[in-house]
């Protein structure tokens, strides 16, 4: 788990607590291939551990995304998955008929990040976003 042990480093570098059950969450995310909600952390978490409150997941996601080590996307349909930063910038497009995902590189967004900078001075999070519309099957 270097992933997650760096993680947990750094948390411990910044004056955080680090908990068992913080500890669990960090390593069911770095050991992870894909993208999670906090109920499958949290079915997770309980089987090693008796955590007795999904709060305590959703603690740990905030924190992770709110310091930058975890990605937090809104795939419709109130489902709100988190991956660790490692796992790449990309682009979910998301069917709103089927609700199909598709994965994109994020490399078609760089002339929109340019542009909003120019023009604004805003630097966009453009590495892990969620697009809505409709997949080429319901497009018929």
Same mark, same amino acid.
């Given at each position: 788990?270097?992933n997650g042990n760096t993680i947990l480093d750094s948390l411990r570098?910044?004056?955080?607590?680090?908990?068992?059950?913080?500890?669990?969450?960090?390593?069911?995310?770095?050991?992870?291939?894909?993208?999670?909600?906090?109920?499958?952390?949290?079915?997770?978490?309980?089987?090693?551990?008796?955590?007795?409150?999904? &709060?305590?997941?959703?603690?740990?996601? $905030? #924190?992770?995304?709110?310091?930058? =080590?975890? *990605?937090?996307? /809104?795939?419709?349909?109130?489902?709100?998955?988190?991956?660790?930063?490692?796992?790449?910038?990309?682009?979910?497009?998301?069917?709103?008929?089927?609700?199909?995902?598709?994965?994109?590189?994020?490399?078609?967004?760089?002339?929109?990040?340019?542009?909003?900078? &120019?023009?604004?001075?805003?630097?966009? $999070? #453009?590495?892990?976003?969620?697009? =809505?519309? *409709?997949?080429? /099957?319901?497009?018929?």
């Amino acid at each position: 788990m270097t992933n997650g042990n760096t993680i947990l480093d750094s948390l411990r570098q910044r004056g955080y607590r680090i908990t068992p059950q913080r500890e669990y969450v960090v390593d069911i995310m770095a050991n992870s291939r894909r993208h999670m909600s906090a109920e499958e952390i949290f079915k997770i978490l309980q089987t090693r551990t008796q955590v007795t409150n999904i &709060s305590t997941v959703y603690r740990s996601l $905030d #924190l992770l995304w709110k310091e930058g =080590f975890a *990605l937090r996307n /809104d795939l419709g349909e109130n489902t709100i998955v988190y991956s660790i930063k490692e796992h790449g910038p990309h682009i979910h497009l998301v069917c709103r008929n089927c609700n199909l995902v598709i994965e994109s590189k994020p490399d078609i967004l760089t002339s929109l990040y340019e542009e909003l900078n &120019s023009e604004h001075g805003f630097k966009a $999070d #453009l590495e892990h976003i969620t697009i =809505f519309g *409709l997949c080429a /099957d319901c497009n018929q």
